[in-house]
């Protein structure tokens, strides 16, 4: 199993570009979640999915979309990417029911000009 | 307010010293904690959960409701501990954890 999948793992674009980071998980998982990692602020939520067709927003989700239509992917929309969006971002999957483990992507490195 | 606490962004020890990452919480049901590690350029992957007790790599954490508080703690640190260490708290009827903002570990030789 490869588990969690995250591509790119590197990109830089221009303020204004769009552009979807992709997650796919083997796992079967039904709760999918993207994080962004910023110096001394640690991992922050920007949306998660409880299932296909169901997503909601955390902690930061201002300037990303997401959708969920199968249980393996969940990939992160950047609408409008602005030099605020810099960032690693992971995505992370865990099973169904409370309190399960989070397993981890790789990250993506986004830098914003 | 429900929230996870890491007072420490950074600590910095010698090898062979004792290690203790901090680890507050605030939340008046019964928690469910998990301690995350991230080496270098790696994916975060899970260390260990209270419910579990166990030890993983030396480390070991114990729950003190008390003092809400779920420190990290090992006897002797070693230069491959050095990584960034995350708390986890799951709050009642969630689904994903809330994590600390995460302690840098370095151990020095």
């Known amino acids: 199993n490869a588990g969690v999948t995250q591509t790119p793992k590197f990109q830089v674009l221009k303020t204004g570009q769009s552009m979807t980071l992709q997650c796919a998980q083997d796992?079967?998982?039904?709760?999918m979640s993207w994080y962004r990692q910023d110096p001394g602020m640690g991992l922050r939520l920007i949306h998660y999915?409880?299932?296909?067709?169901?997503?909601d927003q955390g902690e930061v989700p201002n300037g990303y979309n997401v959708s969920r239509s199968t249980t393996e992917d969940f990939p992160l929309r950047l609408l409008s990417a602005a030099p605020s969006q810099t960032s690693v971002y992971f995505c992370?999957?865990?099973?169904?029911?409370?309190?399960?483990?989070?397993?981890f992507g790789d990250g993506t490195r986004l830098s914003i000009l | 307010a429900q929230r996870v606490t890491q007072p420490e962004k950074l600590l910095s020890v010698f090898k062979g010293a004792p290690v203790e990452l901090k680890c507050n919480y605030s939340?008046?049901?019964?928690?469910?904690l998990f301690w995350y590690v991230q080496y270098s350029r790696q994916r975060l992957q899970l260390l260990l959960r209270?419910?579990s007790r166990e030890s993983i790599k030396g480390f070991t954490a114990d729950l003190n409701k008390g003092e809400t508080s779920f420190h990290l703690k090992k006897p002797f640190a070693q230069e491959e501990d050095s990584a960034m260490y995350y708390c986890?708290?799951?709050?009642?009827?969630?689904?994903?954890?809330?994590f600390g903002r995460g302690t840098s570990l370095i151990v020095h030789p």
């Open positions: 992370a999957s865990s099973g169904r029911g409370f309190s399960q483990p989070q397993h």
């Open positions: 796992m079967n998982h039904e709760y």
């Open positions: 999915s409880v299932g296909a067709g169901i997503t």
């Open positions: 939340y008046s049901g019964s928690p469910e």
């Open positions: 209270h419910i």
């Open positions: 986890a708290l799951f709050f009642g009827g969630s689904y994903i954890p809330t």
